[in-house]
Structure formats: C-alpha cells, structure tokens
C-alpha cells in the first residue's frame, strides 16, 4: 500500500520522463522579495504570464525592518527588493501583501493561518523552510529561482521523487519539552544530513498530541535534517485549525473536502524506505553549542569531549570548550520569532515564563511576531501587557534576526539565544553566535540572564 507521501505526489504527476525526473503539478506557489526577481526577469524576457496567476502569493518578509513599517526603508537594498516584489506582483496581477497590510508576515506564517496552505496540496517556494507548510499534510518544498520561473509560466516543476521516511515518536513529553526540542533531538540523534533525499512523515503518540503551532515547528525543522521536507498526516488537529480559515473550503465545499482530506494517512502496510523510532521521556529542554543545528545537548547535559571534523572549529568558533556545561552561561541577546517560533503558542509560552518576572539587566530582547495576526491577537489575550511589564517591548512582523538580511543583526561576539532555525557563522550577523532552543528557554535566559533550564521556573 502507498505511502501518504505516495498518495499526495503521484496524485500530481503530470507526466514522467523515462529515466528522468516527473512533471509535477504545483497547488500553490509562494513570493517573498529575495528569490523572485530574476524569475519574474524570465518571464519578462520571454514575453509569458504567470499561468495561473490565482495560485501565487507574494509578501515581503526577509528584509523588511521590525520597525516604523510605515516609513520608507532605510536600507537600500532592502528597500529596493521589497519594492521589486510590489512592482513585479502588481504587473503580473499577483497577490501581494505588502508592509503594514494587515495580511502581511513571515509567508511560512501566514499561508497556515490563513488557509492558503491546505491537506493535499503540493506547495513550493523559492525558501529552504518551505517544508513548515508540511504541517497541514502538504507536500511542501523549497525550490530554486529558476524552478520558481517554471511555476510561475507553467504551474509546473520538474522534480526527481524523492525517498519516504517515517519518523515515530512515542510516549509523553515531559515538563518544559516542546515541539522544538524534539526536532533539536531529532537532528542531534540524525545530524545535519542523516535525512538527505528523503520525504519525512512525522507519526506517533508524540506528534498525534501535538498542536498545529507544534507540527508547524517540527515541520518547519526538516530541511535542517537535509530532509527535501516533512509532514504530519491531516486529522482532527488539522481540521480545528484549518475550518473557518479566510481561504479554507466554505459550507458544502467544506464536507467535500474533509471527506476527501480523511483518505490521507499512509496505510497500515504502507513501505517506507526508511523509519526510525525514537522515544518521548528521552527528550529534555535542548540548546545547541555548535554551528550547525545538529550540534546540541540536553539543557543539563554536557558538550560532547569530542566529535567530526568540524567540531573543534565551531567550539573556537562559539568560545566554548569540550566536556563544558552550558547552564550559567552568560546571554546578551534572546530572539523570540521567525517562522520556526513566531505564533501565538510560542509568545504564550514565553509570557508564561516572563509572568510577574523582569527582564535581566544586559539583556537586549527582540520579541517578533511572525505575522500581524499574531500581533493581534497577543494584544487580545493580554499577552502584550505581561510582556510590557516584565520589561520586553513587540517588535513588527519579519524574518528579523533570523538572518543577516534586515536591521536586527547580533554584533560580532555577542551570544544569542535564539528560537530560530539556524545557527551557522554569522548567520544572525557577522560574527555573531548562536544557540538554538525554544521560547521556554528563551524566556528563562531572558529573565536570568543567563542559560537556565527552564523546568525549574514553570
């Protein structure tokens, strides 16, 4: 019996080439202002439209700043390429949700929230966490500026099918552990390319339990397994989540399509290439030390003594030492955001930390929502005022200091404790280093200034 994966993709394949790879039919293609300039150039230079111009979304995301959005971007290149995006989006009758619109965010935010991002459906964009999408049992993939051409003039792509593998994770979680540490462990146990040409569908008792916001993040997490993407079979949590959505099926539509989304789970003799297990009560709080997100250990655990290649430059790199233990270690800034941790459960989760404490003296804070609809409905619950009084301040929707690509840079040598999704050499900034961990951890290293394991403050 086929595989979901099986299910979702052989459902698109438009044609195969004998030896080759498959014309596969795309539901829904996503435009942020970095890799999308030179495609729309394509289509100009050969005089085509975008084929199905209904099914492409565009937003700027990277490079917008998390402030004064209702003033003209300082930055140049920044400035240029979201007003590229706008320009391109306008001239070839795209969506666009442009700054301060109140639609607008991280695209890997807004496409769940918005219903855009529907079970079944094959999604693509010119962006490596494409693959968050997966959450709502999609087939989603990053792909390359000239492959985001060729859905744009065909709303098709070429593609080799990759391998399938299931990942289960059983048991119960325990206190302080979130979804993401179980995509931290699960790139500790897999490393950086243990998933590489692979298809993850993520199962078990875990996973089942887990929310949306959750399955958004373990998701959101595949690629830095070398995973071409993961997805969680659609059920009873996906259908909440999705029902009422601006873009979701409406009334008789609705039934039809639930009745249909149902049918995807992979079978009980369903063949997988690969399946691993792994278990919940062997997961704690996580934080990486290295440079590459497989680097990392349990928040009480100690550095490995030793490790591959690159393990003696990311310790000289990061300024730690083999056997070290991280907790105590003193933090200078903590980033709450991007589309691995940017919803509304991880600023409930923060805020339940930072609850009736103050922010640590030194600490600098950039707290991020990951669209305006977070934004919002933070300020409707409260969470605004918690976070205010306990010293923090919301910053505007964006990428932010996920990436070296707006103004929310860490300077060279300062440490970050970080809820995004990778911590290579001047990612967050030239020279700035990085620890991967989850708002839990987040918050309580924001309020004690230093790495702190966060089950001793909930």
Not at 71 to 95: C, M, Y
Not at 146 to 160: F, G, P, Y
């Amino acid at each position: 019996m086929n595989t979901l994966f099986d299910k979702i993709w052989d459902r698109h394949v438009v044609q195969s080439i004998d030896d080759g790879p498959q014309q596969l039919y795309i539901d829904r293609l996503y435009c942020h202002e970095v890799t999308s300039p030179q495609a729309f150039d394509g289509l100009r230079r050969r005089g085509l439209p975008c084929f199905r111009p209904g099914q492409i979304v565009c937003m700027p995301d990277h490079n917008t700043p998390t402030h004064d959005q209702d003033k003209p971007i300082e930055d140049p290149v920044s400035r240029r390429q979201v007003e590229t995006l706008a320009r391109n989006a306008a001239e070839f009758g795209l969506t666009h949700w442009g700054m301060m619109s109140p639609d607008n965010g991280i695209i890997h935010v807004v496409g769940p929230e918005k219903g855009l991002s529907l079970p079944g459906m094959t999604i693509v964009c010119g962006d490596s966490h494409t693959s968050t999408h997966g959450a709502v049992g999609a087939v989603a993939f990053g792909i390359g500026t000239s492959e985001v051409e060729m859905v744009m003039a065909s709303q098709c792509i070429l593609q080799q099918k990759p391998k399938s593998m299931r990942i289960t994770i059983d048991g119960t979680l325990g206190k302080g552990v979130t979804a993401k540490d179980v995509a931290l462990y699960l790139m500790s146990r897999l490393t950086t390319s243990g998933a590489t040409g692979y298809f993850v569908e993520y199962a078990g008792s875990v996973v089942r339990n887990m929310s949306m916001e959750g399955r958004l993040t373990l998701c959101n997490l595949s690629i830095e397994m070398g995973a071409r993407g993961g997805f969680v079979a659609p059920d009873a949590v996906t259908f909440d989540y999705v029902k009422g959505k601006p873009y979701a099926p409406k009334e008789a539509d609705w039934d039809k399509a639930v009745s249909y989304w149902r049918t995807l789970q992979s079978g009980p003799d369903a063949v997988f290439d690969k399946e691993l297990t792994f278990k919940a009560e062997d997961i704690d709080p996580r934080i990486t030390y290295g440079t590459n997100p497989g680097m990392g250990i349990g928040i009480t655990e100690h550095i490995p003594e030793k490790g591959d290649a690159n393990f003696e430059k990311a310790l000289k790199y990061m300024g730690f030492k083999p056997g070290q233990r991280l907790l105590g270690v003193p933090v200078d800034y903590v980033f709450l955001g991007a589309c691995t941790n940017g919803r509304i459960e991880d600023f409930r989760a923060f805020a339940s930390i930072v609850k009736g404490r103050r922010k640590a003296d030194g600490i600098v804070a950039w707290l991020v929502p990951g669209s305006w609809a977070v934004e919002r409905q933070l300020r409707e619950e409260g969470l605004d005022a918690v976070l205010t009084e306990a010293g923090f301040e919301i910053r505007q929707p964006g990428c932010s200091a996920c990436l070296g690509m707006n103004d929310d840079k860490v300077p060279a040598g300062k440490l970050c404790v970080s809820t995004s999704n990778r911590n290579f050499e001047g990612r967050q900034g030239p020279g700035a280093r990085t620890l991967l961990a989850s708002p839990l951890v987040a918050a309580a290293a924001a309020v004690t200034g230093v790495i702190t394991d966060p089950r001793e403050m909930i």
